[in-house]
Nanobody, 124 residues
Framework: QVQLVESGGGLVQTGDSLRLSCAAS????????ATWFRQAPGKEREFVAT????????DYADSVKGRFTISRDNAKNIVYLQMNSLKPEDTAGYYC?????????????????WGQGTQVTVSS
């Protein structure tokens, strides 16, 4: 059974940093692309950042480029999202997702597995 479990969310102030983690089990993690999405109240879920399983190529939403960094440790089956210079508009539930695909990675329907999410709240 595949599981993705996010952790590391919390309440922080504008300008602070947080590191989210997503621990994967039940799959050959290094073969999967791992991606963070987020969903703010009343809004649709949106792509944040992705990292391929083998060549570790990354891509980011324009809104987080230069502030967020995605990385992974395939030996530990964990993907991270380092979030710096947080803004109130970063407030959302953050979800980890995994797919065997290497294309169309900003689209929710490309993903086979999802975590339950972790809440990030940034106060002004």
């Amino acid at each position: 059974q595949v599981q993705l479990v996010e952790s590391g969310g919390g309440l922080v102030q504008t300008g602070d940093s947080l590191r989210l983690s997503c621990a994967a089990s039940g799959l050959t993690f290094s073969s999967y692309t791992a991606t963070w999405f987020r969903q703010a109240p009343g809004k649709e879920r949106e792509f944040v950042a992705t990292i391929l399983g083998t060549d570790l190529r990354t891509d980011y939403a324009d809104s987080v480029k230069g502030r967020f960094t995605i990385s992974r440790d395939n030996a530990k089956n964990i993907v991270y999202l380092q979030m710096n210079s947080l803004k109130p508009e970063d407030t959302a539930g953050y979800y980890c997702a995994a797919t065997i695909r290497r294309r169309r990675l900003s689209i929710e329907s490309s993903y086979d597995y999802w975590g339950q999410g972790t809440q990030v709240t940034v106060s002004s």
